[in-house]
């Protein structure tokens, strides 16, 4: 079936360097993507969510690319503080946005923030 | 603004039992989704619920079921339960289905079988 995955199972950065964090697709009918952070014992947290008629949207440190010619999916996090070390997940929604929602999530990457 | 409140938060059982999991999604939002997360399988969609019907649901068999209620709150049940189903149960809201808003989670019910 179609799914969400990840590049790489984890990461690791020095405190204050950039992250990127990449994540691939396969359902070209996809027209919503969501970065969600889990952290330990909570549910994932919402980040920053794109449209498909859109290749970038940035947030407060936060910056999502969109290629939808390759289907690739990637969170940029600026100057990487310990707080931000979770599990970070993609998702879509792959049911359109008149039919309902029903992500599909990838499979995570943890990032470490080294002080 | 409260967020999407989840009860209990541990739950044990063993199998063969039946289990109903609560949700309150954030006030106003009216569609709620249920997730299963599972370190072998990941995130995977159970099922989404709005106006009291379900509009849309994942892979699962018969045994897990939910329902709405007139106030958005929604619950879900696995009957028969088998070890297998021990997961961490994830409840997300948003403002309506399929408008491409996020979906807000829960913190989730953790249920383990015995």
């Known amino acids: 079936g179609e799914s969400v995955g990840l590049h790489l199972p984890t990461l690791s950065v020095q405190e204050g360097d950039n992250s990127i964090i990449n994540c691939a697709y396969s359902n070209s009918a996809s027209d919503y993507f969501i970065w969600y952070k889990q952290e330990s014992g909570k549910g994932p947290q919402f980040i920053i969510d794109?449209?498909?008629?859109?290749d970038k949207r940035q947030g407060q440190r936060v910056t999502v690319l969109l290629n939808k010619t390759v289907k690739h999916l990637s969170l940029q996090i600026a100057a990487t503080q310990p707080g931000d070390s979770a599990v970070y997940f993609c998702?879509?929604?792959?049911?359109?946005?008149?039919?309902?929602?029903?992500?599909?999530f990838g499979e995570g990457t943890q990032l470490t923030v080294n002080p | 603004k409260a967020g999407v409140t989840q009860t209990p938060r541990y739950l044990i059982k063993t199998r063969g039992q039946q289990v109903t999991l609560s949700c309150s999604p954030i006030?106003?939002?009216?569609?709620v989704s249920w997730y299963q997360q599972t370190p072998g399988q990941g995130l995977q969609f159970l099922f989404e619920?709005?106006?009291?019907?379900?509009?849309n649901k994942g892979n699962f068999p018969g045994r897990f079921s939910g329902r709405q209620f007139s106030n958005s709150r929604s619950e879900m049940n696995v009957s028969t339960l088998e070890l297998g189903d021990s997961a961490l149960y994830l409840c997300a809201s948003s403002l309506f289905p399929g408008s491409n808003q996020p979906q807000h989670f829960g913190d989730g019910t953790r249920l383990s079988i015995l």
């Open positions: 998702a879509e929604n792959s049911l359109g946005e008149t039919s309902g929602s029903r992500l599909t």
């Open positions: 794109i449209r498909s008629n859109m």
């Open positions: 006030s106003g939002h009216r569609s």
């Open positions: 619920y709005f106006s009291e019907t379900q509009r």
